[in-house]
C-alpha cells in the first residue's frame, strides 16, 4: 500500500467522492477550480458513464469552526 494513503491531502479529507446520480458508480475527482472566498468548485466525472458533476465546497476551516 503506497504511504500516500496514510497522508492525504488536506483539501481532500472534506468532501467525499460522490455515487454517480444516474448508475450509483463510483465518482472520479477530475478538476478544482478555485472560488472566492476560499471555496472550491470540484469537478467529479462518473467513470462508468462519464457523467459530470459539480461540487461547490466551501472553506472548511471557515465552516467547521464557526
Ligand atoms: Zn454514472
Known sequence: MPEAYA??????I???RPRCPLCQG???LIRIEPRQ???DLRTFEC???EHIY????EDPTKSTEA
Open 47 to 49: 467513470s462508468t458513464c
Open 26 to 28: 463510483r465518482m472520479m
Open 54 to 57: 459539480n461540487v461547490l465546497a
Open 37 to 39: 472566498n476560499g471555496a
Open 7 to 12: 497522508r492525504p491531502e488536506p483539501s481532500l
Open 14 to 16: 472534506p468532501i467525499l
